[in-house]
């Protein structure tokens, strides 16, 4: 069974900065696709960003574009979210999830996702 596992998550002051990754095990020869994803206190969960096997495609929630950036290092089998001027809006538990039949251009639906880690709580505060 693919398993996915979160790391990275803490506590960091507004402006700054955070890498989550998410180590990808358990699958044969296929590598997924993969997305996060992240849920607030009291909201719903929502797309991050999303990106293909290969890591040559890629694509982010609008509001998170330019200050998000997904990658993927397959010989590691890890998936990277790195998070610049982070605001106290970003606080929410992040949540890796893959799957083998991605939406065209990799847009991140929630239920396209086949299998998911548990998260990893980002607070952002001073």
């Known amino acids: 069974q693919l398993q996915l596992v979160e790391s990275g998550g803490g506590l960091v002051q507004p402006g700054g900065s955070l890498r989550l990754s998410c180590a990808v095990s358990g699958f044969a020869l296929d590598t997924p696709s993969i997305g996060w994803f992240r849920q607030a206190p009291g909201k719903e969960r929502e797309g991050v960003a999303c990106i293909s096997s290969s890591g040559e495609s890629t694509n982010y929630a609008v509001a998170l574009k330019g200050r998000f950036t997904i990658s993927r290092d397959n010989a590691k089998n890890t998936v990277h979210l790195q998070m610049n001027s982070l605001k106290p809006e970003d606080t929410a538990v992040y949540y890796c999830?893959?799957?083998?039949?991605?939406?065209?251009?990799?847009?991140?639906?929630?239920?396209?996702?086949?299998?998911w880690g548990k998260g990893t709580l980002v607070t952002v505060s001073s």
């Open positions: 999830a893959a799957t083998y039949a991605p939406r065209p251009g990799y847009v991140c639906y929630e239920d396209a996702m086949e299998y």
